[in-house]
């Protein structure tokens, strides 16, 4: 599967403009390609350096490879490697902006964020025990709602925070809304107040 996007990455790259191709040819032959299990609305991304735009890594959404239709995946893997192509030549992120539009408008590739998929619909088809399975097991943890400590003003006693640990820098750094008072902490097993 990662071969697969590799040399489908590599293909379009080797067609593009030689100035281009030659900006990002060596980043595409050598990024790492993740695969995730753990993707769902999400059928592609490309991790990049903020500083400069270079590429740390692809991760690709498992079921959508699989069970994607053909057309939309090798889009999908184009549109990828067109964020690098924007965010290398532009030296650093650009998102959907206005160049990384222009460069999917050059080569052919859909410019817009999302894309309506079947896929996942395929894929419960395709392995219907395993879909029941996870849903039947699926069990879910009750939300954490008890704190040690109740972060709030000095001035009317009001909750701004809830904590298990304290940090000195958010005494330091921050003030009540309500009257622009410094924080205390309340420990709420003995009421104990503590200032820093």
């Not at 490309?46 to 069970?67: A, D, Q």
């Not at 395709?126 to 879910?140: C, F, G």
């Not at 943890?141 to 809830?162: D, F, L």
Request: a positive charge; aromatic letters at 8%.
């Amino acid at each position: 599967m990662i071969n697969m996007i590799r040399k489908e990455m590599i293909n379009f790259v080797k067609g593009m403009d030689e100035e281009h191709k030659l900006l990002i040819l060596d980043y595409i032959e050598k990024t790492p390609i993740n695969i995730s299990n753990r993707m769902t609305s999400t059928l592609g991304q490309v991790s990049s350096l903020r500083s400069t735009g270079e590429p740390v890594k692809f991760t690709f959404n498992k079921k959508y490879i699989e069970y994607g239709e053909k057309d939309n995946v090798i889009d999908t893997i184009h549109h990828e490697v067109i964020h690098v192509l924007a965010n290398v030549y532009c030296g650093g992120l650009v998102g959907h902006n206005d160049t990384w539009k222009r460069f999917c408008r050059m080569y052919g590739v859909r410019d817009s964020r999302t894309r309506d998929t079947e896929y996942m619909k395929k894929y419960r088809e395709a392995n219907p025990a395993t879909t029941t399975a996870t849903a039947a097991n699926t069990v879910k943890k009750p939300a954490t709602t008890t704190y040690k400590y109740h972060i709030i003003c000095s001035e009317c006693g009001k909750i701004v925070a809830r904590r298990n640990r304290l940090d000195r820098r958010i005494f330091v750094k921050y003030r009540s809304n309500c009257h622009g008072a410094s924080l205390v902490a309340k420990e709420i097993a003995t009421g104990k107040i503590i200032s820093f």
